[in-house]
C-alpha cells in the first residue's frame, strides 16, 4: 500500500502542495488555481475552412498534455509540463515576455502541436504582427505536414503584405488542393492601398488559381478596381461554374456588368441567379436589383420589384420599410400607409415607422394628422428629425408661437438635444424679425452651454461689429483657433477684421482662403463664397480700387445674384463711368429686387457685414 502511494501520478503535486502551503491559506485555493491554469493553458486546432480573421485570439481548454508517472521517464525533447506552468504562473503576473519566450521554445519540441497553437494565439494578442509571421513561418518549416500552419502563414504574410511569402505559401496549398476554401484565410486582409492592390493582383496572377474560387474572387475583384472588366468577367465566371449558389459570387458579377453599362445584363444575371437559389436566399438579390433599378430612377420598376420582394418576404420588415419608402416618394400614400401601419406593431421598426407616416401625412397637406404621429418618435436618432417636421408643420400654418412651445416641450422631454432646439427656435424667431428675442435666446443658451460651438457661433452672429466688437472678436477668434480650416469660421473673422480696418492683411487672406475652395470640394458652400467674394469687393471698394470690385462680383452676379453685390456693382460702374454697364444693372436692380438703387442710400463705411439681413443669414444658416 505504501508503495503504492509512492508511485501515484498524484505524488509530485502532493509534494508541490506541501511545499506551497506555507504561502497561502490553504491548499483547497492552491489546487483550484494550479487546476484553472491548466484547463486554460491551449489554443484549440484551427482548421483551414475556419475565418482566419475572427480566430486569432481565441483561447481553449489545454488538453494536449497530462502528467506523466514518476517511473515513467520523460523524453528530453518533449514540452515540460512544468515549463508550461511556469509560463501560465507568469502571465498571470503580467510578465507577457517570459510566458511568450518559454512557450516560443517549448513549441519546437516533440509532439507540440497544442503549445504551438497556445503559443501561436499569445504572439497574435501580444506582439507585432511580423514577429508573429516569423513564428508561424519557423514552426511550419520544421513541421511541414502542419496543415493549419500552412494556411496560418499564408493568412499572417497577407496581413504583413509580405506577399512573396503569401505567394509561396498560397501555392503550396493549391498543390495539396486546388479547390481550397480560402475566404476565411482572405477576410479582413484586402489591401486598401493601390500600390499593394497592383502586388496583390501580380502574385495572384503568377498563381495556379484557375480552379479555386476564393482567389478567382479576390482577383476579379482587383481587375475591376483597375478597370479591367472584360478580364474581370472571365474570373468571377469562372468561380461561378464551382460556387454557382454563392451570393457574394453573383453580387460581385452583377456590380462587374453594372461597370459594363449594360443594366439589362443585370437584371437578366440576377433573375437567373435567383431561380437557382431556395426563396430564403435571394433576399439580397432582390434588394440588390431594386436598389439599382433606384439608382438607374426607375422608381415604379423599382416599386413592382418590391411588392414581388414583399410577397415572397412578407414578415421581413427591412423589405417592408423600403416598399413603404419607395411608395412614398412615387406618392403611392395609401400603399405606403398600409405597409408603416403594420410596422408600428414592431418594437424595432415603431419609431421609424411613424416618423415616415408623419412625412405622408405632411405630404398630403394633414399637418396635424402628421404632428400626431412625430409626436409617438421617441428614439434619439430619430426624435430631432421629427421636432424639425413637427416645426416645419406650425410654420406652413403660419402659427410660430406654437413652433416655439413644441421646441420648449421638446427641451423638456429630451435635454440632450436643448442647444439643437435653442438654435431652431433662434431660427423661427429671427425668420420673424424678431432678432432681439434671438440675441436673448442665444445669450441665455450661450450661458447654459458656453463649450458648444454653434450656440457660441449663432450668439456671435447676433453681436453688433461696432457696439459688441471686443465680446464678438473673443468669440469668434476663439473658434477660429479651435478649427482653422472651418470656412465658416474664416469668413466671420475675416468680416470683423475688415470691418475693423478694411485693409487687414489677415482679414484679406482669410477671405481669399475661402474663395479659394473648390467648387468640388465637400466644404465649398455657395453661400459662404458669396460672403469672401463680397468682403474682398467691398474692401477694393473703399480702397477705390474699383476694377478689382468688378473682376469679384461681375461673374458670380450673373450666377449668384445678392443685392449688397449688386450695389458694390453698380457704385464701381458709375465711378469708372461704365455708363452702359451702370444702366444695365440698374434695370436688372429694379426688376429683382424691387427696388430703385438711386434712391437707396448706402453707407460705404458699413458694407462688410452688419446689417441686420446679414446676421439673420448667419443665424439661419446655423
Known amino acids: 500500500m505504501e508503495h503504492s502511494t509512492k508511485n501515484s501520478p498524484n505524488t509530485l503535486f502532493?509534494?508541490?502542495?506541501?511545499?506551497?502551503?506555507?504561502?497561502?491559506k490553504s491548499v483547497f485555493a492552491f489546487k483550484k488555481s494550479v487546476t484553472a491554469v491548466l484547463t486554460a493553458a491551449c489554443i484549440c486546432v484551427i482548421l483551414p475552412n475556419q475565418s482566419f480573421a475572427t480566430a486569432e485570439p481565441t483561447l481553449m481548454p489545454f488538453t494536449g498534455l497530462t502528467t506523466q508517472p514518476r517511473y515513467k521517464k520523460t523524453s528530453l525533447n518533449e514540452a515540460s509540463l512544468y515549463q508550461l506552468m511556469d509560463a501560465e504562473f507568469a502571465l498571470d503576473r503580467g510578465d507577457i515576455k517570459k510566458a511568450l519566450k518559454i512557450y516560443k521554445e517549448q513549441a519546437f519540441l516533440n509532439n507540440a502541436t497544442a503549445v504551438f497553437e497556445r503559443a501561436l494565439a499569445l504572439s497574435l494578442k501580444h506582439e507585432e504582427i511580423q514577429d508573429s509571421l516569423s513564428f508561424v513561418t519557423s514552426w511550419q518549416q520544421k513541421n511541414p505536414q502542419h496543415t493549419p500552419a500552412v494556411f496560418y502563414t499564408a493568412y499572417l504574410a497577407l496581413k504583413a503584405h509580405e506577399y512573396k511569402i503569401a505567394g509561396t505559401t498560397l501555392n503550396k496549398i493549391l498543390e495539396n488542393n486546388p479547390q481550397s476554401d480560402l475566404s476565411g484565410l482572405l477576410e479582413g486582409i484586402y489591401p486598401q492601398n493601390r500600390d499593394e492592390q497592383e502586388v496583390v493582383l501580380s502574385t495572384l496572377q503568377q498563381l495556379h488559381i484557375k480552379h479555386n474560387p476564393s482567389l478567382l474572387v479576390i482577383q476579379a475583384g482587383l481587375l475591376m478596381q483597375f478597370g479591367e472588366y472584360q478580364l474581370a468577367l472571365k474570373d468571377i465566371n469562372k468561380a461561378l461554374q464551382q460556387s454557382p449558389t454563392s451570393v457574394p459570387y453573383i453580387t460581385l458579377k452583377a456590380d462587374i456588368l453594372k461597370q459594363l453599362k449594360n443594366p439589362n445584363a443585370v437584371f437578366q444575371h440576377l433573375e437567373a441567379s435567383r431561380s437557382g437559389l431556395k426563396t430564403k436566399n435571394t433576399k439580397s438579390l432582390y434588394l440588390y436589383e431594386i436598389r439599382y433599378l433606384l439608382e438607374l430612377q426607375q422608381n415604379q420598376q423599382a416599386w413592382n420589384k418590391l411588392l414581388e420582394a414583399h410577397d415572397k418576404f412578407s414578415e421581413d420588415n427591412e423589405i417592408t420599410l423600403l416598399a413603404a419608402l419607395v411608395s412614398l416618394d412615387i406618392k403611392k400614400y395609401?400603399?405606403?400607409?398600409?405597409?408603416?401601419?403594420?410596422?408600428?406593431?414592431?418594437?424595432?421598426?415603431?419609431?421609424?415607422a411613424n416618423y415616415y407616416l408623419g412625412i405622408s401625412a405632411e405630404r398630403q397637406n394633414n399637418y396635424k394628422q402628421a404632428r400626431d404621429y412625430l409626436k409617438q418618435v421617441k428614439e434619439e436618432n430619430l426624435a430631432l428629425q421629427a421636432q424639425e417636421k413637427i416645426v416645419a408643420?406650425?410654420?406652413?400654418?403660419?402659427?410660430?408661437?406654437?413652433?416655439?412651445?413644441?421646441?420648449?416641450?421638446?427641451?423638456?422631454?429630451?435635454?440632450?438635444?436643448?442647444?439643437?432646439?435653442?438654435?431652431?427656435?433662434?431660427?423661427?424667431?429671427?425668420?420673424?424679425?424678431?432678432?432681439?428675442?434671438t440675441k436673448t435666446l442665444l445669450s441665455n443658451a450661450h450661458d447654459d452651454y458656453?463649450?458648444?460651438?454653434?450656440?457660441?457661433?449663432?450668439?456671435?452672429?447676433?453681436?453688433?461689429?461696432?457696439?459688441?466688437?471686443?465680446?464678438?472678436?473673443?468669440?469668434v477668434s476663439q473658434l477660429y483657433e479651435t478649427d482653422k480650416e472651418n470656412p465658416s469660421y474664416q469668413v466671420a473673422f475675416s468680416e470683423l477684421l475688415l470691418h475693423k480696418s478694411p485693409n487687414s492683411e489677415y482679414g484679406l487672406q482669410l477671405a481669399k482662403q475661402v474663395v479659394a475652395i473648390p467648387f468640388d470640394d465637400e466644404k465649398f458652400n455657395s453661400d459662404i463664397y458669396i460672403k469672401g467674394l463680397n468682403l474682398l469687393a467691398t474692401s477694393a471698394y473703399q480702397q477705390n480700387e474699383y476694377t478689382k470690385v468688378i473682376d469679384y462680383l461681375a461673374d458670380t452676379y450673373e450666377v449668384l445674384p445678392t443685392l449688397n453685390a449688386a450695389m458694390l456693382l453698380l457704385k464701381s460702374y458709375q465711378a469708372l463711368e461704365q455708363e452702359e454697364q451702370a444702366a444695365a444693372l440698374l434695370a436688372d436692380i429694379q426688376a429683382r429686387f424691387n427696388i430703385n438703387p438711386l434712391e437707396t442710400q448706402v453707407d460705404d463705411s458699413n458694407l462688410i457685414g452688419n446689417s441686420d439681413a446679414a446676421k439673420q443669414d448667419d443665424i439661419s444658416s446655423r
Do not use: W
Open 14 to 24: 502532493l509534494s508541490l502542495l506541501q511545499i506551497t502551503n506555507k504561502r497561502v
Open 334 to 352: 395609401q400603399t405606403a400607409n398600409g405597409l408603416l401601419t403594420k410596422l408600428t406593431k414592431d418594437r424595432v421598426y415603431k419609431d421609424r
Open 393 to 437: 408643420t406650425h410654420l406652413l400654418e403660419d402659427d410660430p408661437e406654437m413652433a416655439i412651445k413644441s421646441l420648449e416641450q421638446f427641451r423638456t422631454n429630451y435635454d440632450i438635444f436643448a442647444p439643437e432646439s435653442y438654435l431652431l427656435q433662434a431660427k423661427v424667431l429671427n425668420a420673424h424679425g424678431k432678432t432681439e428675442q
Open 450 to 475: 458656453p463649450n458648444h460651438d454653434d450656440i457660441t457661433f449663432a450668439f456671435a452672429n447676433t453681436l453688433d461689429n461696432d457696439n459688441d466688437y471686443f465680446k464678438k472678436y473673443i468669440l
